[in-house]
């Protein structure tokens, strides 16, 4: 037997243990001191009452013989599905039902979408990113270059024809920096992947954050994309489903490479090596999508959206540079006075007790910058703003 050699490539993942590694040393120094967790990319709110009652309601359908449900379809219940297809309905982007697969999350199938694709491709990922675009790839020994997301262009990077990619990755509203592409962005991307036969996976976990109307939350709301984009969505943050795990993917009939429809490919990709969600948390995530449902993880959204407006009005009031908190739960920030990522880190850790994610964590593009998150409590992220406020209003020096 030989080994997948390519994990050798993988770096170690140490970003978050080398963030808690460090609060529990500091902590152990300084046990007075209130820790606030800014840095935190899971929610914090429970699960909406709707859900929460079709999911007890499906339990008890289980526990009957004439309710009783075994293994389902591997791509998801018609229940689930016709919900996703009417709300995709909404922004206009028509989808027949053989294109949505449920999943038991967006990052599983961002990491099994790659089944399809053959290993000599060329992978381009923006920097900085959320790190599963990169380490998947590795693992396959896929060629990857990387697209410069940075302050000169709002850390949304356009297509570049000099540079040649079969597979792109677009994240927006971006994880790490909450900034997002307009329609005329995307459209470049789109027009790019058609003239160069690449495929564009969407990451639209974040969609629900977005609230200019202008704003695309699919890509399909552009032309030309369902002949060249796969779209993969959550409800983790949508509607705090990241402990109960469902999400879906969306793989256009119209998607054809070599002659082979990827929508047949990822239908035997997943009847093959997938099971399918349980029924149970189907029927919660069918909930997400009725009326009740909507107006409750839309309270649960606002609320964290407010934390978004605390933190940027801190930062404007500061005059700090920053992407992302209008239409996405994550906050970009330049670290005051050039100030390395990891050393802002350790002082705002030190001195004022906040805990956020230092940039260098996603990419050398991040460096310089830290990321904040909108998941903490109303009182906590008001708190934490008001300590940085004086921590840096201090000495105009931070700036
Ligand atoms: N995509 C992005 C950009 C994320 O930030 C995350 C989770 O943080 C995911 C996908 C994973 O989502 P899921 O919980 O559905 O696996």
Not at 54 to 71: L, T
Not at 88 to 96: G, H, I, P, Q, S
Not at 321 to 326: A, C, N, Q, S
Not at 349 to 354: A, F, K, P, R, T
């Amino acid at each position: 037997m030989r080994a997948n050699i390519n994990y050798n490539h993988l770096k170690e993942s140490y970003l978050f243990s080398e963030i808690a590694r460090r609060v529990s040393n500091f902590s152990k120094i300084h046990p007075e001191t209130e820790i606030i967790r800014m840095g935190i990319g899971d929610v914090t709110l429970p699960l909406c009452s709707s859900v929460v009652e079709a999911m007890k309601q499906a339990a008890e359908d289980m526990g009957k013989a004439d309710s009783f449900h075994g293994y389902g379809p591997e791509q998801g219940y018609d229940f689930l599905r016709e919900r996703i297809q009417a709300y995709y309905a909404e922004n206009d982007v028509a989808l027949e039902l053989s294109e949505i697969f449920v999943s038991d999350g967006a990052k599983s199938d961002l990491g099994n979408i790659l089944d399809l694709f053959d290993k000599e491709n060329t992978v381009l990922i923006p920097d900085p990113v959320y790190p599963v675009y990169v380490d998947t790839n590795l693992m396959d020994g896929r060629k990857i270059i990387f697209a410069d997301a940075n302050e000169n262009n709002g850390f949304l990077p356009l297509p570049d024809d000099s540079v040649l990619a079969d597979i792109i990755y677009i994240c927006s509203p971006n994880n790490p920096t909450g900034a997002v592409y307009n329609r005329e962005q995307l459209k470049l991307w789109v027009e790019y992947a058609l003239r160069n036969h690449a495929v564009i996976l969407f990451d639209a976990a974040y969609e629900s954050f977005i609230v200019d109307k202008d704003l695309p939350r699919s890509i399909f709301e552009i032309d030309g994309a369902k002949k060249c984009a796969i779209e993969f969505c959550s409800l983790s943050k949508t509607a705090g489903f990241t402990g109960t795990r469902c999400g879906y993917t969306v793989v256009p009939q119209t998607l054809e490479f070599d002659g082979i429809q990827l929508n047949h490919m990822w239908l035997r990709r997943q009847t093959t090596k997938f099971n399918g969600v349980s029924y149970i948390v189907q029927k919660g995530a069918e909930a997400v999508f009725t009326k009740d449902g909507r107006e409750q993880i839309k309270e649960n959204i606002a609320y964290y959206r407010k934390n978004a407006k605390i933190i940027t009005s801190a930062l404007d009031k500061l005059g700090i540079w920053y992407t992302g908190g209008k239409n996405s739960p994550y906050i970009w920030l330049r670290c005051p006075n050039g100030m390395d990522s990891w050393t802002f880190f350790d002082m705002l850790l030190s001195e004022i007790g906040v805990v956020g994610t230092p940039g260098a964590g996603f990419g050398k593009n991040g460096e310089k910058f830290f990321r904040l998150t909108a998941f903490s409590t109303n009182e906590n992220t008001a708190k934490a703003m008001e300590k940085l406020r004086l921590l840096l209003e201090k000495d105009d020096g931070y700036h």
